[in-house]
C-alpha cells in the first residue's frame, strides 16, 4: 500500500544550524512528491516538487529512488522557517490527482 | 482570484447535529477533495472528485458524504456528528497541471 512516512513530529535547532526533514515513501510505480508547509495561521501551501528540481525559500529536496527517501534539506535555518512541513506523495500514474500525506513535522527554528 | 475558500471558520456541534461545510473556488478546477487533519496524524482524504456530477471516497469516508453539482462548489456532509469527527477539514482544488490549492480550513469540535 502507498505510505508516506516522516519520523520526527518535532524539529528543533537553532538559527543558522543545518536542517534536515526526513521522509520515506513506499509506492511500487513512479510517485511524484512534493513538501507542503504550513505556517502558523495560514493555509497550507507547496513548498516543492521533485519534478521540478528547484530551490524554494533555500530548502532542497532529492527523491532517492533506491532508498525511496524524499528528505528536505537547508543549510542554514531562519526563524521564519518554523512551520509544519508535510510530505505528500501522488501516484504518477493516477488521473485523480490524490495526495497521500505523511503524520507531518514542525520544525522549530530558535534564536 | 479569491482561490478556495471555506465556511465557517470555527464551528461547535452536539453529538448527533448535522451541519455542511462550504467550499467553493474560482479557478475552474475539475478536481476537489476533502481531507481532515488530525494532531500527529497529517491529512486524510475524506473524498474527492474529479469533475461535476463525479464523487468518489477517499482513505476515511465513514460518516460523510458530498455531492458536486457545480465545478465551482463541493460541499461536505456531516449527518450524525461524533466526537471523532472533531478535526481540521480542508478543501483543495487542482488542476491536473500545478498544485494542489487549499482553502483556509474549518475548525470542528463535537461535543
Known amino acids: 500500500a502507498q505510505r508516506v512516512t516522516q519520523p520526527e513530529k518535532l524539529l528543533s535547532v537553532f538559527k543558522g544550524a543545518p536542517v534536515e526533514l526526513k521522509c520515506n515513501y513506499s509506492y511500487s510505480g513512479s510517485p511524484e512528491l512534493f513538501w507542503y508547509v504550513q505556517y502558523s495561521r495560514q493555509r497550507l501551501q507547496l513548498l516543492l516538487r521533485?519534478?521540478s528540481r528547484e530551490s524554494i525559500k533555500g530548502f532542497t529536496a532529492d527523491l532517492n529512488k533506491g532508498e525511496t527517501s524524499f528528505h528536505l534539506k537547508k543549510p542554514f535555518a531562519q526563524e521564519e522557517d518554523s512551520a509544519m512541513y508535510y510530505c505528500?506523495?501522488?501516484?504518477?500514474?493516477?488521473?485523480?490527482?490524490?495526495?497521500?500525506f505523511g503524520q507531518g513535522t514542525t520544525l522549530q527554528v530558535k534564536p | 482570484n479569491a482561490g478556495v475558500t471555506q465556511t465557517p471558520k470555527f464551528r461547535i456541534l452536539k453529538i448527533g447535529q448535522s451541519m455542511t461545510l462550504q467550499c467553493t473556488q474560482d479557478?475552474?478546477?475539475?478536481?476537489m477533495y476533502w481531507y481532515r487533519q488530525d494532531p500527529g496524524m497529517g491529512l486524510k482524504l475524506i473524498y474527492y472528485?474529479?469533475?461535476?456530477?463525479?464523487?468518489d471516497k477517499g482513505e476515511v469516508p465513514n460518516g460523510y458524504n458530498v455531492s458536486r453539482s457545480t465545478t465551482e462548489d463541493f460541499p461536505l456532509r456531516l449527518e450524525l456528528a461524533a466526537p471523532s469527527q472533531t478535526s481540521v477539514y480542508f478543501c483543495?482544488?487542482?488542476?491536473?497541471?500545478?498544485?494542489?490549492?487549499f482553502g483556509p480550513g474549518t475548525r470542528l469540535t463535537v461535543l
Open positions: 472528485s474529479v469533475g461535476a456530477g463525479i464523487t
Open positions: 479557478m475552474n478546477h475539475n478536481y
Open positions: 521533485h519534478i
Open positions: 483543495a482544488s487542482f488542476d491536473r497541471v500545478n498544485e494542489q490549492f
Open positions: 505528500a506523495l501522488s501516484e504518477g500514474s493516477s488521473n485523480t490527482g490524490k495526495l497521500i
